[in-house]
């Protein structure tokens, strides 16, 4: 008979479940650096997760210290039914009475009214639209010429279209006045669009540059409805009239900027603070406690070197508020100090006044040894745990190479077992089947 490996098959003992519960045993330091490998990469992604907010937060931080976000102007019109418009950076603040006259207008023209504009019109010939040929032959249409027409607007400029039974040819931009040359066959004058002495025999709009007066003195002439006239402005004219177009200071968008930053360290706050919790994943770490100090600190330190009106965020509006330790920003506050101050507010973000280390500084500094890819601490804790990670696979790997060859073994101790019974069992029924010797009795006397 060959070894039993069936699990209790000839011992009616369930060796299986006595090997699996003592594997399960021996698995338990498997399972524990299982549980630890887990635990560290949820911590490393926590850590991942706080380093990238603090780079938004290192952005915004930035942005104050762009000498655009101060610097920028805004663009206001007090008509927008006569002038609309933008601004560079770089303009300067003022304010001008815009009167326009006259909008630039595109000349447009037409040919005679004609009997039909889809049957064949017998002209064959050439003729030229601010010097691109127009090929046309006798089996042409009055559509059919028109289509000719647009399908060389981007070279000519001009394009043209069928209204009632004429032919309209209207120029794209004001700029420059159409010009038309009959080449061959005579095919413009036929058509009306020019007299027999090559003049424009219809003509709908006249061509006309804008006119708009500046503060009431200054004429210009635009040969379309867009002016720069006003260094750093582009005015777009929409109708005639009047208007007041003010070039201003835009605090909007340094308030704006100011909202990020806050915004943003509200976001990083509360990701270490969420996760410093009592029954968080990184209660106790002493390097997250030691970040959520150096930040409280910070928004809350004065800069030497600065006035003492805009020496610190509170001057500006951005407060602590509440336990959470998260800001707040008074906009009507920050925007009264924009107006009164505005290098002082500029200053304390991204002064580059000698010996003064400006908000802006102090935060960049925090934030780059925190999260700069080569040497920060972020990357430092993260490649512990990634370590700590790499390690504990090693450890795992090995545990689990020696555990298979342990329930190996046990398996074959229990067949091993199941087999001398089954021999056991075949030896003592044997021995039941043998017969019983005689006269092996005592006589009597």
Do not use: C
């Not at 910070?298 to 959470?324: E, F, M």
Request: avoid cysteine.
């Amino acid at each position: 008979m060959g070894p039993v490996s069936i699990s209790g098959a000839v011992s009616g003992l369930d060796w299986q479940s006595i090997v699996d519960q003592m594997m399960a045993i021996e698995q338990k330091p498997v399972t524990d650096l299982q549980a630890r490998e887990s635990m560290w990469k949820s911590d490393e992604g926590i850590w991942t997760d706080i380093g990238t907010k603090l780079g938004d937060l290192d952005a915004a931080i930035q942005a104050l210290q762009n000498v655009s976000t101060w610097n920028g102007v805004a663009f206001t019109s007090s008509n927008t039914s006569v002038v609309t418009g933008s601004v560079q950076s770089g303009a300067i603040p003022g304010t001008y009475q815009i009167n326009v006259t006259a909008l630039a207008q595109a000349e447009k023209d037409a040919s005679d009214a004609q009997a039909s504009t889809t049957t064949a019109l017998g002209l064959q010939g050439s003729f030229t639209i601010n010097g691109i040929q127009i090929q046309v032959a006798s089996t042409d249409t009055l559509t059919d010429i028109a289509s000719h027409i647009t399908a060389a607007s981007a070279q000519s400029g001009v394009q043209a279209t069928i209204v009632g039974s004429q032919l309209v040819i209207a120029a794209l931009n004001t700029d420059a006045p159409i010009t038309y040359s009959d080449v061959s066959g005579n095919i413009l004058q036929t058509l009306g669009v020019l007299t027999s002495t090559g003049t424009v025999k219809n003509q709908l709009v006249v061509p006309q540059p804008a006119q708009f007066t500046v503060d009431g003195r200054i004429s210009v002439q635009s040969p379309t409805n867009t002016s720069t006239a006003i260094a750093g402005v582009t005015l777009n004219l929409v109708g005639t009239g009047t208007a007041t177009v003010t070039v201003s200071q835009d605090t909007q968008k340094i308030v704006q900027a100011v909202q990020d930053f806050v915004n943003k360290y509200n976001t990083a706050w509360s990701a270490i603070t969420t996760n410093l919790a009592k029954g968080a994943a990184l209660q106790g770490d002493a390097t997250l406690m030691q970040l959520q100090v150096k930040l409280r600190q910070l928004v809350s330190t004065t800069v030497s070197g600065l006035p003492t009106a805009y020496n610190d965020l509170s001057d500006i509006g951005v407060t602590t508020s509440g336990k959470d330790g998260s800001l707040s920003l008074d906009t009507s506050k920050l925007t009264s100090a924009i107006t009164a101050n505005l290098p002082g507010v500029q200053n304390l973000f991204a002064s580059t006044q000698s010996g003064v280390a400006p908000l802006g500084v102090q935060f960049n500094n925090l934030l780059t040894m925190y999260t700069d890819p080569a040497t920060g601490v972020i990357k430092t804790v993260n490649d512990s745990y990634e370590a700590q990670i790499k390690d504990a696979d090693n450890q795992i790997a090995q545990l689990q190479s020696f555990l298979a060859m342990r329930k190996a073994a046990l398996q074959q101790q229990f067949i091993a077992m199941e087999s001398m019974i089954s021999l056991l069992k075949g030896q003592m029924s044997a021995l039941s089947q043998m017969p019983v010797p005689t006269g092996l009795g005592v006589s009597s006397q």
